[in-house]
């Protein structure tokens, strides 16, 4: 190996470091405040990126049918809730969000021929139409459970993660997509060509991190997102609705996924199932920062990235065997450094 | 009636492939393969509280051993006796998989709540991507012309032999498992669930059952490997992938994971379900695709949701139970007791212990010591570091500085395995018992370092007679604490005050010279106190050293001959009851100074 291909081999790795990185800080967020090891988060990247796909190539994309079911699901449930336990003042704004939102965006996609879009308008109908997914899987699947074990979670997550890797496959078949790059652009910098997309994939995630960084350090929601991570019942004796936090992490766990498939698909092709292993790598770097520190997380993100990178370089076949093997130690040392507190049954 | 079932269900199963079609027995056959991996999950997750999803790969490596060493052509020279027969196969296959197994294990074991089976996902995706990357195992191709089984000189070539071979090797499992589950080595394994700091507190070594509850569990998945490649006479990697692994969980799960025909109901249902979906979902959606994990996964989390337990549970209940009271209370010989020291000794020494928690010091410079045929009481408002004091000298907690003695020996820097077995038994301010257990079966939790008959033995269950000692021991204790009346019924289902005196009984089972009671008085009625008091009396004069950790005044005053009080982790009093009651540092530290 001669430094040109370790720079090109670091460029890839820091690229794939940067999702997984994204990835990883949602995975914290979420289980911090909810607790639920979100298996499901790479399944919004396939969401993501197949999705924007669809839509330009001109493809009615099978998450807006996802989005019309799930919208009436949480509709009839919450419908029902409010109707039993008096809260009729609650009706019309569940209507509004889950059935007269999910058919605004289906009007747009059928009406406002998104083929003829500019891409950043594309890119935003497709946020529209699959973030609002995560708060709906929230109140159908974890909401019901919210105090159930950390264990029980994870299998709800994981039957979760098989549910939509199967809804993927029903939608956008076995072919994997690939959409055009943000743009074309590329640097030479010392022999190295860098993709204008590695620029665009790094900078809008520290822009990202940024974001979320003011987001929890100066907005009220944030804070009180923060509050309930914690403590959840502290945070509910001071008014902090736990089913809003949850569902509000859950938007921005699914927001991160969404965007993180449309930062990558012109890099690799995502098929229905891509997600998963991406996800697990972002997992990696979660673990890596106990579930608990953002910066650690993103950090062993990175290293997760370059990790693979070079280990596809030196043995190919067994770049998911290293990366997945190399996980156990991690583990180990997270289980002997962390105090752990006996949850009793 | 139970029994009546059980019969019916193993005629039907003996005359199903006699009357059914091919393709339904190839269906029976499919069932007990994933049964075998189910049941294996039932011991692991349903019981012992440890969570798999890599299951999947250990069924790989027990059919990959068997189907590599009987199609292989170029063995190596060390190998070469092995090729050829699928028994060496097996063989070689499960003493694989427990390597290997040991190995994961003694690794992810140690991993703490959910970290664990975070683990087990990830050596599920490594060992897949093993599996199809290494070229002597055919890649992702796979292995084909694997050899049938054969069975004194008959080769088992069609589903309904086979079917035999599957069944009885199931129900095989069935039944040890369930031997292995109602004996002291399961008891020790059903411990788990309630946390290891009372199990280790009992003298049970928590790792080696979690070790050994995996070793099972990955043995019957590798069993069921070897079966299915004998079957199927082709191998490739996708049958050991981790969403297969994922669905052997959910059989687990939806089956009933506590109990082992969960695993079958769970393993019937999902298997039948996923023949009939892989059948239908393609027409209604007009393509192909394993369509099935949207329904598996939906009806998951709807189970997870209303019934946690699974199906058994809710089929068990229609059936009606036998009566309690028919059930006898088990007689045995009397077990061997230690002999006790000589009443009067010092036989725990407490010297100059600090214990800090970071900046906090919960125990500044304690000293006490406890002899022989006495009740020492630890007194204390809230907070003062008493059962801080309790979890150093029991081993839970370790001390940060000074020594611990107990019948002469420094005992500070040992487990509380180690402690428990060399004669202290404690009860906790928090009540650890297995709601869901029998209290006969709590109690004899306690016995446990008193027999020592181990894991096959009891899977056969050769070890009856010192079964029946040890329930026996236990069944005494019970009648002793006045616990008789409820020895059948479900630890869970007492009151509070019942259930602390549970765990006196049980402590008492290990036969222990020196008890630490932690506020044992708290939540009983004055009777009942009463009644507690006499008890401890009577210890007391058979020559039972008693430290107490208690509340009520007039309980304490009552019984203790000597008392130390503590306050902000100090010892400030230390002496009679009546000297303590007047010790004006004491008055201050109860009822406030006077200003």
């Given at each position: 190996?001669?430094?040109q291909?370790a ?103 059928f ?21 609002p ?18 264990l ?142 953002y ?12 990790l ?14 290293i ?10 040392w997270?289980?002997?450094?962390t ?5 009793e049954? | 009636?139970?029994r ?6 193993l ?24 049964a ?9 997750t ?16 027990g ?8 199609t ?7 190998l ?31 991993l703490s709540g959910h ?148 695993a ?51 089929l ?15 007689q ?15 036989i725990?020494?407490v010297?100059?212990?600090f214990?800090?928690?970071?900046g ?98 009891a ?36 009151a ?71 306050e ?28």
């Amino acid at each position: 190996m001669d430094l040109q291909i370790a720079l090109l081999l670091a460029q890839d790795g820091i690229t794939n470091g940067a999702i997984y990185a994204l990835l990883a800080l949602a995975l914290v967020l979420v289980f911090a405040v909810t607790r639920v090891i979100f298996i499901p988060q790479g399944e919004f990247v396939a969401l993501g990126a197949l999705t924007l796909a669809s839509l330009q190539v001109g493809k009615t994309p099978g998450t807006l049918w996802l989005l019309l079911g799930a919208g009436v699901a949480v509709a009839l449930v919450d419908l029902a809730q409010a109707l039993q336990r008096g809260g009729r003042r609650r009706i019309p704004r569940i209507i509004a969000w889950n059935l007269i939102y999910p058919a605004l965006v289906a009007a747009a996609i059928f009406l406002l021929k998104p083929t003829e879009m500019a891409m950043p308008l594309q890119i935003i109908l497709t946020l529209a139409l699959v973030v609002p997914l995560g708060p709906m899987i929230y109140r159908l699947a974890f909401q019901p459970l919210a105090e159930a074990p950390v264990l029980v979670l994870l299998i709800v997550a994981v039957a979760v993660h098989l549910a939509l890797v199967g809804l993927g496959l029903l939608f956008f078949g076995a072919e994997g997509s690939r959409t055009p790059a943000f743009s074309d652009a590329s640097f030479n910098l010392g022999g190295i060509v860098i993709n204008g997309q590695t620029l665009w994939v790094v900078g809008s995630s520290i822009t990202l991190i940024a974001i979320l960084y003011l987001f929890f350090e100066r907005t009220f929601y944030g804070k009180a997102l923060r509050a309930t991570a914690i403590n959840r019942t502290g945070a509910r004796l001071m008014g902090i609705s736990t089913v809003m936090a949850g569902k509000l992490s859950f938007l921005l766990a699914a927001l991160i996924g969404a965007l993180s498939g449309v930062l990558i698909a012109p890099i690799t092709t995502i098929y229905y199932d891509t997600g998963f292993l991406v996800g697990l790598k972002g997992f990696v770097g979660a673990i890596v920062g106990g579930l608990a520190s953002y910066p650690v997380a993103a950090a062993g993100a990175i290293l997760v990235g370059l990790l693979e990178s070079y280990s596809s370089f030196w043995a190919s076949a067994f770049k998911e065997v290293i990366v997945f093997t190399l996980i156990i130690p991690v583990l180990v040392w997270r289980s002997l450094t962390t105090h752990h507190v006996e949850e009793e049954e | 009636m139970q029994r009546a079932i059980l019969a019916l269900f193993l005629v039907l199963l003996g005359i199903a492939p006699l009357v059914l079609s091919e393709f339904h027995v190839t269906l029976l056959n499919y069932i007990g393969l994933s049964a075998l991996v189910a049941l294996g999950l039932v011991l692991l997750t349903g019981v012992g509280g440890l969570t798999s999803f890599g299951q999947a790969a250990f069924v790989g490596l027990g059919a990959y051993a068997s189907a590599y060493l009987t199609t292989a052509t170029d063995l190596p020279g060390w190998l070469a006796w092995a090729g050829g027969s699928p028994w060496v196969g097996l063989a070689a296959g499960l003493l694989l998989t427990a390597v290997v197994a040991w190995l994961l294990g003694s690794f992810t074991l140690r991993l703490s709540g959910h970290y664990l089976p975070l683990g087990t996902i990830a050596w599920g995706i490594s060992l897949y991507f093993l599996f199809g990357n290494l070229s002597f195992l055919g890649g992702h191709t796979g292995i084909s012309g694997i050899p049938p089984l054969e069975l004194f000189g008959l080769e088992l070539k069609s589903g309904r032999a086979f079917y035999y071979v599957i069944w009885v090797m199931l129900l095989a499992a069935v039944w040890i498992t369930r031997n292995l589950l109602d004996s002291r080595e399961g008891r020790a394994i059903r411990a788990l669930k309630g946390g290891t700091v009372m199990a280790e507190a009992m003298g049970v070594d928590t790792a080696r059952s979690k070790i050994i509850i995996f070793l099972i569990a990955a043995l019957f998945a590798a069993l069921s490997g070897w079966l299915y490649a004998h079957m199927q006479r082709f191998v490739n990697p996708t049958p050991f992938g981790l969403h297969i692994g994922i669905e052997y969980l959910f059989m687990a799960v939806v089956g009933g994971a506590a109990n082992v025909w969960g695993a079958l109901i769970g393993a019937g249902l999902i298997t039948i379900l996923k023949q009939w979906l892989q059948d239908l979902l393609p027409k209604i959606f007009g393509a192909s695709g394993n369509f099935e994990v949207i329904v598996f996964g939906i009806m998951m989390i709807l189970v997870l949701q209303r019934a946690r337990d699974g199906l058994w549970p809710i089929l068990a209940r229609l059936v009606p139970e036998a009566r309690r009271s028919s059930r006898a209370v088990p007689q045995g010989q009397a077990l061997p007791k230690k002999a006790m020291p000589q009443a009067g000794a010092d036989i725990l020494e407490v010297r100059n212990v600090f214990k800090c928690f970071g900046g906090l010091v919960a125990n500044n410079d304690m000293s006490l010591t406890v002899r022989a045929g006495e009740v020492m009481a630890l007194i204390g408002p809230n907070g003062a570091g008493k059962s801080t004091m309790f979890n150093c000298i029991s081993g839970v907690d370790l001390v940060s500085e000074g020594e611990i003695c107990f019948l002469g020996e420094r005992i500070d820097h040992l487990t509380a395995r180690a402690i428990a077995h060399r004669g202290m038994s404690r009860t906790f301010q928090h009540v650890r018992l297995l709601p869901a257990m029998s209290v006969l079966e709590n109690v004899a939790i306690g016995t446990h370092l008193r027999g020592d008959k181990g894991v096959i033995p009891a899977m056969l269950h050769m070890e009856r007679t010192e079964e029946q000692r040890l329930l026996a021991e236990a069944a005494r204790q019970i009648e002793r604490v006045g616990l008789k009346a409820s020895m059948f019924e479900q630890a869970g289902s007492l009151a509070l005050g019942q259930q602390r005196t549970l765990e006196i009984a049980r402590a008492l089972a290990a036969d222990p010279c020196l008890l630490l009671l932690d506020e044992p008085a708290a939540g009983l009625r004055y009777m009942e106190k009463q009644a507690l008091t006499e008890l401890l009396r009577r210890l007391k004069a058979e020559g039972m050293g008693i430290l107490l950790v208690e509340h009520d005044m007039d309980f304490v005053m009552g019984l203790a001959d000597r008392v130390v009080v503590m306050e902000f982790g100090e010892k400030i009093a230390e002496g009679l009851p009546e000297e303590v009651q007047s010790n004006p540092a004491v008055l201050e530290a109860y009822l406030g100074g006077v200003e």
